[in-house]
């Protein structure tokens, strides 16, 4: 019996998800205003876009998951800089389903990113003469969640109306 579940097994394929690389793919920083904005005080309005993308890049399993963050920090109206960092990585995941699949590259992929990422805004608003920004941890199971619901309800939101 042991065996025959043993045997069982071997025919599906073993779920496997590891890091194979990571890297930065683009990184930009702008500082229009300098040197003007550093006589102004200190008191940002800041924002913070970020996006996820992915793309199987060989039929062995390997995928290359993007994490895009963007960051805006305005003084008095101006921009005193923008700096955006797309954090990279080729992560082997193989077994699983489509859903887990797709779970996969847009929360575990992005939780491993985002460390680097955030350590390289850091290091570019500090090297721009501005103060490092302590970006907090991001919930990308919760911003996962949030875009399958709202991809869910999209098509309810685009069914033309019957006369």
Known sequence: MAEEQAAGTTGQPQQQFALQRIYTKDISFESPTTPAVFKKQWQPQVSVDLGTKSDKIDEAGNFE????????????????????????????IVGFEPDDLRR???????????????????????????PPVMLAPINFDAMYQQALAQAQAAPADAEPATH
Do not use: M, S
Not at 80 to 86: D, I, K, R, W, Y
Not at 105 to 129: H, Q
């Open 65 to 92: 998951v993007v994490l895009t963050i963007t960051i805006t920090a305005k003084v008095e109206g101006e921009t005193a800089f923008l700096v955006e960092v797309q954090q990279a990585g080729i992560f082997l």
């Open 104 to 130: 996969i590259v847009g929360t575990a992929a992005p939780n491993v990113l985002f460390p680097y990422a955030r350590e390289c805004i850091d290091n570019l608003c500090v090297k721009g003469g501005f």
